[in-house]
């Protein structure tokens, strides 16, 4: 327990340093989306553009835009990786063959970061900035812009279902959010140690007198903007366990914090959005307490869990950085599931099977805990709607939020959504463990094998992009299947979003009534961490027990 | 597979294949749009 110390040092400055930088990056956030004004840079990108930015957009407008947007990003980055070889700055890589350009494309347009191959072996600096570091910005920002405009149709008072301009959103969210604080980190990154060069592949001699390659490149700016944007591709095949990419505890202490800040300030913004600070406040004390139970969980469980070797050894230490230590791999195993990261700095197969069950069960949630940049948000105010339902349900009164009235054609939309990611990813899980192929790739069988399936998928429907290890999935079919999962767990949520962004933007708001439920008192605050837990995970429940359950209880 | 990437595979009909489950699926996305807005 000589851990423990630190790791609640770590935890608490952590803390601090997000409650000094939520607050401002919020009220910023808020301006971002509400402000009227459009900065020189911003009417110069419209002008190119050809796009009007007063142009207010129905909802239907603006998921097809979403829609074409996103489909542009995946036809162009397919195109730069399989034409790699052919470009310049490719370093000598081989054009990617068609399932892994396929999976890499859609992987990074939709946030997800799923690497299915090596960075410093099969992606030169081109692929890497133009195509990858440009994705890790406009998805983050797509992200954005979708919480954005919920929170619009929220405060919005019959606006005949226009929820704002997604194409200004996008474009502010880089130029004003992304950018600024991406630059100022990669410095940061820099400084602090992280590789930043053009060099081509060094040779170097060994201590044996071996010879080993090292691999330079873009990295601390890649590394700002990937956790920054919750995008989580590594430059480096081991991530943030590389020490380029995240060499000493302060990176990643900064890396962590960073991952954290822009989901946690999104909620502060949406009660400047909707004009009540204390709705934010809410949505934000859910998204800290159901991640601060996961932190602690997943400390636990590598510190102190089962198995005799943490027993013995003080904690869990396969397939971590001795310089992170245990609780630095927890807390950032935690942050990289509860946000949608998918960053790592340890090998996740090699968590103990309690500590790998809760961080499957963070994703599973849908990515709320504080969840994805802007898709946090947006879930989570999915379940606030859901919570608001049962209760009115429970009191016989209308239910509402936010003076919008929960009706018929809204409970479907949620309904939907809730259902939606469940349905991708247990299909997914059933297909990979039925076909031959699914199973071809597994390094282990039993409860742990189905573990590595089950997070995989997990992963990719819930668009985080970290993986388990111990499954190889460079293969057509898993290239093909994780595809799919990530492309519809992240546009089928997004559509209904928008949908029902669209269906509160046409509402006038009701006053509230001696019926209406406060939604920004502590007891709200239990009741959607408790429907977050009820509702989400129990759904995974029998296939959590097949896997890390029945493995801890082994 | 880690770096198992092989050369330029200029099969098209895969290319095309995989064009169509890109297209194909936004175009579903675009057609519960479509649903969702009557």
Redo the contacts between chains.
């Keep these: 327990m000589s851990e423990l110390l630190p790791a609640l040092g770590q935890i608490l400055l952590l803390v601090l340093l997000l409650v000094a930088a939520v607050p401002p990056l919020g009220r910023h956030l808020a301006h971002t989306y509400s402000s009227p004004a459009h900065w020189r840079v911003e009417r110069g990108t419209y002008r190119v553009l050809r796009l009007d930015p007063d142009a207010d957009q129905t ?2 407008v603006y ?2 835009s979403v ?1 074409g947007f ?2 542009v990003g ?2 162009a980055l ?1 195109a730069l990786g ?2 790699q ?2 470009l310049p700055l490719s370093l000598g ?10 999976n890499t494309a ?1 992987s990074f347009v939709t946030n997800t970061n799923w690497q ?3 960075g410093e ?2 992606l030169g600096h081109l692929m890497q900035m133009s195509g990858l570091t440009v994705q890790n910005f406009v998805s983050a920002a797509t992200g954005m812009a979708v919480a954005a405009a919920l929170a619009r149709g929220l405060a919005r008072s019959r606006a005949e279902g226009r929820v704002g301009n997604f194409f200004v959103d996008l474009v502010r969210g880089v130029v004003r959010v992304l950018l600024p604080i991406a630059a100022v980190s990669a410095v940061l990154m820099a400084l602090a140690g992280v590789v930043q060069n053009f060099l081509a592949p060094v040779a170097m001699r060994t201590l044996d007198g071996g010879t080993q390659m090292l691999t330079g490149g873009p990295v601390a700016s890649q590394e700002a903007i990937k956790q920054l944007g919750t995008n989580g591709g590594g430059f480096f ?1 081991v991530n943030s366990a590389h020490p380029f990419e995240n060499p000493t505890p302060l990176t990643n202490l900064l890396a962590i914090f960073l991952l954290l800040l822009i989901p946690f300030a999104m909620a502060w913004a949406f009660g400047h959005l909707v004009g009540d600070r204390r709705q934010g406040a809410a949505v934000l004390a859910v998204m800290a307490v159901l991640l601060l139970v996961g932190v602690g969980l997943l400390t636990w469980a590598e510190m102190a869990g089962p198995g005799t070797a943490p027993q013995l050894a003080g904690g869990a230490l396969e397939g971590k950085e001795t310089r992170f230590g245990t609780a630095g791999s927890a807390l950032f195993a935690a942050a990289t599931t509860g946000t949608s990261t998918g960053a790592v700095n340890a090998m996740h197969d090699s968590l103990t099977a309690p500590g790998g069950g809760v961080a499957m069960l963070l994703m599973q949630l849908g990515e709320i805990a504080p969840g994805g940049v802007g898709s946090g948000l947006y879930g989570m105010l999915v379940l606030a709607v859901v919570t608001v339902f049962l209760c009115g349900l429970m009191v016989g009164r209308t239910p509402e939020y936010l003076g919008k009235k929960i009706g018929q054609r809204e409970i479907v ?1 949620v309904a939907g959504y809730v259902l939606a990611t469940p349905l991708v990813l247990l299909t997914g899980v059933a297909v990979a463990v039925t076909a031959p192929a699914g199973l071809a790739g597994l390094q282990e069988t039993g409860p742990h094998g189905l573990s590595e399936i089950v997070y995989a998928v997990t992963s990719a429907s819930n668009n985080n992009g970290s993986a388990f290890g111990g499954l ?1 999935t ?2 057509p079919f898993w290239n ?1 299947l994780l595809g ?1 999962c990530m ?2 767990g992240r ?2 949520p997004i ?2 979003v928008l ?1 029902l962004a ?1 269906r509160f933007a046409t509402q006038q708001p009701a006053p509230p009534g001696a019926g209406t439920l406060p939604t920004h008192r502590p007891l709200f605050v239990v009741l959607l961490a408790g429907v977050a837990l009820v509702l989400v995970g129990l759904t995974y429940v029998p296939v959590l027990t097949l896997g890390p359950i029945v493995e801890s209880l082994a | 597979m880690p770096g198992a990437a092989p050369g330029l595979d200029l099969t098209l009909v895969t290319d095309v294949l995989y064009l169509l489950i890109t297209v194909a699926s936004f175009a579903l996305l675009a057609l519960l749009v479509g649903v969702l807005d009557k």
């Design positions: 909802w239907r998921a097809l829609l996103s489909l995946i036809v397919y399989r034409l070889e052919l890589r081989a054009g990617l063959p068609a399932d892994g350009a396929w859609v299915w191959y090596s072996v099969a095949n939309l190889t460079g293969t093909t799919l492309l519809l546009f089928l559509v209904l949908a669209g």
